[in-house]
């Protein structure tokens, strides 16, 4: 019967004494030597006896009965073997026991990365994925506020042209959008290519974009499409999972007045909102039907996609941030031109809304 050399702890002291084992099927036998305090022959039935799973050491120990409990530890790397001829002892080892005892390093090492892979993961795409969802289905009322909660952080940068707010108010409501909610439309004096839309109803168009469109239609299509965007969601599903894991460590660290610090300090990404190219595709759909249900010419969204494609090419490139952040232009517009080909549709000439674009274009 092989013995292994043990360290025995009796669990009510510091005191540690020097002993052997001996692993029988039924119950372990602990043995001390003539100078141990402890009694010279312990029992440690095997039903009462748990694996300390500690892999930091070269070491294998168990506790035995409840607390304060008795406790050894072992170096010999023969045990595990030992244990695993008793089937009777079978919770006290495992493959992984058997695995990282074996390699000791290494398998600390291994699960060192696989929890960083672990945690990797779920930082990276578990918790994105999830707040993406949650975007989709929380409460409208909460997306409202907070909506309105980000265009008051950066209402201040914005130079907004009353005047031409009011108009372009007016052209909007001359559409039926379909918007979930109630839409609130603002002209902001500066030269760059852009428009954004904010979850709750709010959409923001530059003078530097509105300038450059000539037809009542293009404008339409382009409120089409922001308006798709709040719509669906998109714009809060975005935030989402770019903000997660910041709103994720705040909360796991109870720093809660951290969750609005992010929210501040990101507010300046709706202005410069990217989207993936389904959530794009989606928008531009969105934004035809629109365009089908207002009888509004559909050629719109292509004459808007030309005006921008053709913007590319001026040397001001920089200030287009509405391209940078809506790529692909040429693929757009033959996905547009696909999908109107594909449906017959009836339009008529809107003759308020194109009054109201002309005096929008006036000033």
């Known amino acids: 019967m092989r013995t292994f050399i043990v360290t025995y702890f009796d669990g009510k002291s510091s005191k540690s004494s020097e002993a052997t084992l001996v692993v029988f099927p039924q119950y372990w036998k602990i043995s001390m030597d003539n100078t141990s305090p402890f009694s010279n022959s312990i029992r440690w039935d095997v039903t009462n006896i748990k694996s300390s799973k500690v892999y930091t050491k070269n070491i294998k120990s168990f506790s035995y009965g409840e607390y304060p409990f008795q406790y050894i530890e072992c170096e010999d790397d023969l045990l595990i073997p030992e244990i695993e001829k008793h089937p009777e002892q079978k919770k006290l080892h495992s493959k992984v026991d058997t695995f990282l005892h074996q390699f000791k390093l290494k398998s600390i090492a291994l699960l060192m990365l696989l929890i960083v892979g672990f945690s990797a993961g ?3 795409y578990v918790i994105p994925n999830v707040a993406e969802k949650f975007a989709q289905n929380v409460n409208s009322k909460y997306v409202k506020n907070f909506g309105d909660f980000v265009f008051n952080t950066i209402k201040p940068e914005l130079e907004i042209n009353e005047e031409r707010s009011k108009i372009l108010q007016e052209f909007a409501n001359q559409l039926d959008l379909k918007a979930e909610y109630p839409l609130d439309l603002y002209v902001v004096d500066e030269d760059a290519i852009n428009a954004f839309a904010i979850s709750g109803g709010k959409i923001v168009v530059y003078s530097g974009l509105l300038d450059k469109l000539t037809e009542a239609n293009q404008l339409a299509a382009l409120l089409g499409h922001e308006v798709s965007h709040i719509n669906k969601r998109h714009v809060l599903k975005n935030v989402s999972r770019d903000l997660s894991g910041y709103i994720f460590l705040s909360v ?7 969750v609005t610090s992010v929210f501040i300090e990101n507010a300046h990404l709706f202005k410069r909102m990217s989207y993936s190219r389904d959530l794009e595709q989606e928008a531009d759909q969105g934004g035809l039907e629109l365009l089908y249900a207002n009888k509004v010419n559909p050629e719109g969204m292509i004459a808007l996609f030309q005006v921008l494609k053709e913007e590319t090419e ?8 509405y391209i940078s952040s809506h790529p692909l232009i040429n693929e757009r517009i033959t996905y547009t031109k696909e999908q109107i ?14 009054t109201v674009f002309a005096e929008l274009q006036k000033k």
């Open 252 to 258: 796991v660290f109870g720093d809660i007045n951290g």
């Open 341 to 354: 080909k594909e449906k017959a549709n009836t339009f008529i000439e809107n003759k308020k809304l194109n």
């Open 314 to 321: 001026s040397e001001d490139f920089e200030s287009l941030k």
């Open 122 to 124: 779920m930082y990276f």
